[in-house]
């Protein structure tokens, strides 16, 4: 077999990892997995801050990995971690004190490694894969069966998920012997996503890379990585459109995004049955697919600080939707604030692909990447010490007093910084 043939399999080798790679069953109850097992929930959102910068710091190096090592090497390692990742929650003892906590910091450490050493390097082996002829078509037709996939991943993932979750129900149709108690039915979705490694392991290991490493070594290739991360980093600083719109879009999606990592705890706190979870970030996938239509719309018609303007005020609305959290009502601006990451997405990419010149396109997006995931680890950091000063008695008490003091310092941050950004955009037109 010739290596074009080899290779040629790769693009649906990628679709399989990618869709069992990102399609994860314990996403609809991520939050509640951590304080079932015995962490607090400021515990719990500090943890984000380890996951953060572990991708913060692994970020740059991996993708010279990638080039040096190769990209099938570094998908091979992301699935191997993804797999050491599971096993540490599969292994963590409920209410197991400093063991307990060491686990969990070694997950979401193992976790951010895992995503900086998968992102991009899938994207790069799939695509050089493809033949040089009419290669942009080709992509398009990978990257489409790859959504579809995920997309039907992705809502399968949220409905098992939360329903296994639920002991209730897993008793429901299994047989009166099995008798599936809580605590086991709580690692159910974790084992499911320890399957799904073992998947990634197996496709990622029967990839062929389409290309010879590079001659130069790894601690060069990371040098050369840094100094054009940095380099980048400057330009987007200091270029005033760049730097506004790079900004802003993370006072946003910092706070948004910090919401998304703790969702199932605000579902219980609103009293919705932890069997539904999953139905509802599957509604809220669903719902997502309206967002990139209306986003295009908005973006043609209105400029790139109008619509991060629009993003800003839904996310506000969202934000105080969520304060009473006394019915299931409060579903609709938890859902808005969801579906408005979207639109954020759609808006920054549009506008940095733009203002990007090709040669630097990809590391711009990578800077930019970097500096959401860094403020949105400070976030989580705050987020957690703010949770930290109020008692949860009565229970749920500390969160919704820290939904509270979150509004205001949303308004002021984020209204601060597009009048700013307004006043700096007028100065150079």
């Excluded at 070694?106 to 490694?113: C, E, T």
């Excluded at 307004?422 to 037109?429: A, G, M, R």
Aim: net charge neutral; hydrophobic share 50%; with cysteine.
């Amino acid at each position: 077999m010739s290596g074009n043939e080899d290779t040629g399999k790769n693009p649906m080798r990628y679709v399989w990892f990618t869709t069992l790679y990102n399609a994860r069953a314990y996403y609809p109850i991520l939050a509640i997995l951590f304080l079932d097992l015995g962490l607090t929930l400021d515990q719990y959102v500090l943890l984000n801050l380890v996951w953060a910068l572990s991708i913060f710091i692994f970020e740059v190096p991996s993708g010279a990995l990638a080039d040096t090592l190769g990209r099938k090497t570094l998908l091979v390692s992301a699935s191997v971690l993804m797999i050491a990742e599971m096993s540490c929650l599969l292994l963590a003892p409920k209410n197991g004190g400093w063991l307990l906590v060491s686990l969990c910091i070694l997950n979401r450490f193992l976790s951010g490694l895992s995503e900086a050493a998968a992102s991009g390097a899938d994207e790069a082996l799939a695509y050089d894969s493809l033949p040089e002829e009419k290669r942009e078509d080709a992509w398009d037709e990978v990257l489409s069966t790859a959504m579809r996939f995920r997309s039907v991943g992705f809502v399968i993932a949220m409905i098992l998920g939360g329903l296994m979750y639920d002991p209730s129900i897993i008793n429901r149709v299994t047989p009166d012997s099995l008798n599936i108690g809580t605590e086991l039915a709580h690692r159910l979705p974790v084992a499911l996503v320890l399957l799904q490694g073992i998947g990634c392991l197996c496709f990622s290991l029967r990839m062929v890379e389409p290309k010879k490493t590079h001659a130069e070594g790894i601690s060069k290739a990371c040098r050369d990585a840094l100094g054009l991360t940095l380099k980048t980093a400057k330009w987007v600083f200091s270029h005033p459109p760049v730097r506004v719109i790079v900004i802003i879009g993370l006072s946003i999606d910092a706070v948004v995004r910090n919401f998304a990592t703790i969702n199932s705890s605000y579902y219980r706190l609103i009293e919705l049955p932890e069997w539904s979870f999953g139905f509802v970030g599957a509604a809220i996938g669903v719902g997502g697919y309206i967002v990139p239509t209306i986003a295009a719309k908005l973006n043609q018609r209105y400029s790139t600080l109008a619509n991060l303007t629009i993003i800003a005020l839904l996310a506000l609305i969202g934000l105080s939707g969520l304060i009473p959290s006394d019915s299931w009502w409060c579903l609709v601006p938890a859902a808005l604030l969801m579906m408005n990451l979207g639109f954020l997405r759609f808006t920054m990419s549009r506008a940095l692909n733009r203002a990007s010149d090709s040669s630097q396109r990809a590391t711009v997006l990578s800077v930019k990447g970097l500096s959401f995931n860094f403020a949105y680890g400070s976030f989580s950091l705050g987020f957690s010490m703010l949770l930290a000063a109020f008692p949860d008695d009565p229970s749920g008490n500390q969160l919704r007093q820290a939904l509270i003091w979150q509004v205001p310092f949303f308004a002021l941050v984020t209204g601060a910084l597009l009048l700013r950004g307004k006043w700096v955009l007028q100065k150079i037109s």
